[in-house]
């Protein structure tokens, strides 16, 4: 059963599981991994398709015929709710792109930014116990926005040799084209270092378990990553209006993601705490993962009572949620005054999933505490700045000792010769 606690009598550091670090044979485990593709390419991916997910591959990458039966599988219906989340993320994200500046306020200056897609993406869908054909929308959108040249995906296929034909439909209504037929930390390992079948990118963005996880961590600096995600977390903050088989409902939609997810409750009303607690032990049962659902909310789900909504959003600060959700009266009253969260859903008829799926904002989201600094993925994550100065020679002349000054300040004398050799000519 979740447990009830006083805000004041509980620390905000054992709120929730923020310990993302891998295990040692985590860690042996995936640098054996990457060091294998790196030497064996599609002939490991092909091993370990075997090995983890029971599949013989003959090839690793998805056919046109099979994303054409993978439309057909899914029927129309399914297709139409795919295309209308696919527009409204796109329309949202649409907002996020930057424009180049230019600042010629002084005379033979011009100073600039410019923005440059990442040339080559790639995206890792996780599978095994579910499938998240959303989670290709929110990868992909963003980088087609951002203008990505190339998007590879990975997502591993099952006993039957074939992709999820969800992923596979949101992945064409997305407009990938390149889908490899791999998970874990070799699919990560291949878009780092590429393989035959793989071209090697960029940035490597999308969640996955803990060997994803630590996969991607290992190949950062070869390689761009979006974050290092650690299990999901919701934060309801509600007031005693609400209806407490909705908090409940909320709280599970992330508990029964992972035993490791962590649902918490803050609220200024015993009254909805209690209630809230009976509630979850009439729900869990019902759900088809309720093992996963129940060791999530006994272990690491909570119940935190604070004297006033005041307090409430103090916790919230203190939390930095993955998702928080705003479940009052007059959730823009509150908005303001949250600094630390990864996504906010505003009102009693927002729940979690409606940005999940739907409603345009990213899920893909900081979790273990980092929206403290970090942000949720978006169009910034597919692009690189990149500034620019131009000076005339007169511009320079006007400048050049004060930078030769600065430059030997910091005894760079080689830096201050490159500007000042330009005006040797003039003293002689």
Not at 38 to 57: P, Q, T, V, W
Not at 113 to 125: D, F, L, N, R, S
Not at 169 to 185: E, F, L, N
Not at 199 to 215: L, R, S
Request: proline content about 5%.
């Amino acid at each position: 059963m979740i447990r009830i606690l006083s805000f004041d009598a509980v620390q905000p550091q054992d709120i929730l599981n923020r310990d993302i670090r891998a295990e040692a044979d985590v860690e042996a485990v995936v640098d054996a991994i990457i060091a294998d593709v790196r030497a064996r390419g599609d002939e490991a991916l092909r091993e370990y398709a075997k090995k983890f997910d029971h599949a013989d591959l003959d090839s690793l990458l998805v056919t046109k015929a099979e994303i054409d039966e993978a439309f057909a599988a899914v029927g129309e219906d399914f297709l139409t709710t795919l295309r209308m989340a696919e527009a409204n993320i796109r329309a949202f994200h649409e907002h996020q792109v930057h424009k180049d500046f230019v600042i010629n306020d002084n005379p033979g200056v011009v100073l600039g930014q410019k923005y440059t897609p990442i040339e080559k993406a790639g995206v890792y869908v996780p599978g095994g116990t579910a499938a998240y054909p959303s989670t290709v929308l929110m990868d992909v959108v963003p980088a087609k926005v951002a203008g990505v040249r190339q998007i590879v995906m990975t997502t591993p296929a099952g006993p039957d040799g074939k992709v999820d034909p969800n992923i596979l439909a949101a992945a064409a209504v997305a407009g990938i084209d390149t889908i490899v037929k791999s998970g874990g930390a070799q699919a990560v390992a291949a878009l780092a270092y590429g393989t035959e079948s793989v071209p090697a990118v960029d940035k490597i963005v999308g969640p996955g378990n803990i060997y994803v996880a630590t996969a991607k961590r290992k190949v950062f600096g070869k390689v761009g990553i979006d974050m290092i995600a650690g299990p999901s977390e919701i934060l309801v903050l509600a007031d005693g209006g609400c209806n407490p088989a909705w908090v409940a409902a909320d709280l599970l939609s992330q508990a029964e993601h992972d035993k490791l997810a962590t649902p918490v409750l803050v609220t200024d009303s015993m009254d909805l705490a209690k209630a809230v607690q009976a509630e979850l032990e009439v729900q869990i049962p019902a759900l088809p993962r309720a093992a996963i659902a129940r060791e999530s909310v006994d272990t690491n789900g909570k119940i935190i009572v604070t004297d006033d909504l005041n307090k409430a959003v103090e916790a919230a600060n203190l939390i930095a949620p993955e998702h928080l959700e705003l479940c009052v009266e007059d959730p823009f009253a509150l908005l303001g005054r949250i600094r630390n969260a990864g996504s906010i859903f505003m009102g009693r008829s927002v729940p979690e999933a409606l940005g999940d799926y739907f409603a345009g904002p990213n899920h893909t989201l900081p979790t273990s505490g980092t929206a403290r600094f970090s942000s949720p993925l978006g169009v910034d994550d597919f692009v690189k700045k990149s500034s620019f100065i131009y000076y005339t020679r007169d511009a320079l002349a006007a400048v050049q000792g004060r930078i030769a000054d600065f430059a030997e300040r910091e005894g760079l004398h080689a830096h201050a010769k490159s500007v000042t050799i330009r005006f040797e000519d003039d003293k002689a």
